[in-house]
């Protein structure tokens, strides 16, 4: 999952530098070690690593001062502070100077591992050191849409709370991303996030991967293990896909929220916990607990405070900025540096639906890296554009649209409105373009009917009305 990718570790212990550098091996990246300052900038020169794992303990100065060294670059590497005299006030100080993550010694491996990841996906610090605010698209939430904008506001709003949340938003749609912001900017910041998925893990073990479980628990249990909240004592736990959980570890759950303490499995003592537990699911909660899937008052419980993200179609004008963030990483993880895709191909991935999200939209840009040409025929949206457009013509090209007056008429029989006419020039323009060539055709042959354009184009009603409104279409009525 790291192949090919350049990593620096800078610590001053040689046991620590050989144990990440052999980790972060078994698992294809390129590693290189510093111990200390001076030798880690000049690796850092010789190298140029996407992501630096740096002490804050060296022996000729601060791992601070080279983090703050690093954000004057133009092009600068993920920084992920590592120390074992880690506290809020640091981590706070540590994000403010523009690390990517703060982990504290002990850690455990997958934390490592997930961190790095993210990291190297992410490609940028929560925040941006020059201007001094969050950076365009922290931890990887990537859009300028009123719809996702709402929902980092939501977030900025209720992080610093203890309270629990309910991270709303259909699968692909980037429910974990958001868990992980709530995390880094919450006073919990320099504490473990504990991510585990519901979903997919059989229930007989998701109770003691939860909770835990006593020596002599069950066959097999050799010694006591500590759960999933148990290890993040003083941070966040993350429970994706909650409305999967069975009634019976709802109940035990529910206890958790409420008294601050758990019961592993075998055990005649509670113990106690200090977590602040976010939970995300892909399920209408409020049916469930109507049809008696899920408790009532857990479902109250964990819905104290709530996010709601959005489809990925109803925020259609994010998708040039994500194929490109998708695009760098898959360059940089594939090693093809000068792969592009056509401004056309933009215009149609901005007018597919998109029913996996951003997932999917992650997916196929990797494919297209991966094979090139040959991906094409299996694009996703191919068939759908071909419908949208009537019958098994391909869509028109943006640019052949240029210049041209389009004319929407309205149901009642009023006068047509131009269009502004347009020339095509930078990707913005390309895929605007696009979109507005898509519109105005939909609602022509739609005769005007907007209800019957949006299920032509795959779209909500909200969504087109929005369109109208940014691309200054009207379709005006005619006057009684």
């Known amino acids: 999952m790291l192949e090919g990718h350049q990593i620096l ?42 992501v630096v794992l740096l002490d804050l303990k060296l022996p000729d100065g601060n791992g601070l001062d080279l983090l703050r060294e690093l954000g004057t670059r133009a092009r600068r590497p993920a920084v992920i502070l590592i120390s074992a005299f880690g506290n809020v006030a640091t981590a706070v100080q540590s994000m403010r100077s523009g690390a990517f993550d703060f982990i504290v010694k002990p850690f455990n491996i997958d934390d490592i591992l997930r961190v790095v990841r993210s990291a190297l996906v992410t490609g940028q610090p929560m925040t941006d050191p020059g201007g001094g605010g969050l950076s365009p698209f922290p931890e990887g939430l990537v859009g300028e849409s009123p719809e996702l904008r709402a929902a980092l506001a939501a977030v900025d709003q209720i992080a610093s709370s203890d309270a629990p949340v309910l991270i709303r938003g259909e699968s692909g749609t980037g429910k974990e991303l ?12 320099a504490a473990p996030l504990m991510p585990i998925n519901c979903a997919a893990i059989p229930e007989p073990l998701l109770e003691s991967e939860l909770f835990g479980y006593e020596k002599g628990a069950f066959s097999g249990a050799f010694a006591r293990h500590a759960g999933k909240i148990d290890a993040a004592y003083g941070g966040t736990v993350f429970l994706d896909e909650v409305g999967d959980m069975s009634p ?3 109940a035990k759950l529910l206890r958790a929220l409420e008294e601050n303490q758990l019961f592993p499995v075998g055990a005649t003592l509670p113990v106690r916990t200090d977590v602040r537990f976010l939970a995300a699911t892909h399920r209408d909660l409020e049916k469930a607990v109507r049809e008696g899937d899920f408790r009532e008052d857990l479902y109250f419980r964990l819905n104290v405070l709530s996010v709601a993200l959005p489809l990925l179609r109803d925020r259609s004008g994010d998708i040039p900025l ?139 009603y909200k969504t087109l009305f929005n369109k109208l409104h940014e691309h200054g279409i009207q379709v005006k009525t005619r006057a009684n």
């Open 9 to 50: 570790i800078v610590d001053d212990e040689e046991n620590m530098r050989e144990m990440l550098a052999d980790l972060l091996g078994r698992y294809g990246a390129a590693v290189s070690r510093a111990g200390d300052l001076a030798s880690a900038r000049a690796r850092i020169d010789e190298v140029k690593p996407e």
């Open 178 to 189: 958001v868990a992980r912001a709530i995390h880094l900017r919450s006073p919990r910041r």
């Open 248 to 250: 019976a570890l709802q």
């Open 322 to 460: 994500l194929i490109e963030h998708f695009l760098g990483f898959y360059r940089r993880k594939y090693r093809k540096p000068d792969f592009t895709i056509s401004p056309d191909l933009y215009g149609e991935m901005s007018l597919y639906p998109w029913p996996g999200n951003v997932r999917e939209l992650r997916n196929v840009v990797e494919k297209l890296v991966l094979m090139g040409d040959a991906a094409l025929s299996q694009l996703p949206w191919r068939c759908f554009l071909s419908t949208a457009a009537g019958g098994d013509r391909p869509p028109r090209s943006p640019a052949s649209d240029a210049g041209r007056q389009e004319a929407i008429p309205s149901t009642e029989g009023s006068p047509p409105i131009p269009a502004v006419p347009r020339t095509c020039g930078t990707l913005a323009e390309v895929v605007k373009a696009a979109e507005r060539s898509a519109i105005v055709e939909a609602l022509n042959e739609c005769r005007g009917n907007r209800r019957l354009a949006a299920e032509r184009l795959g779209i909500s």
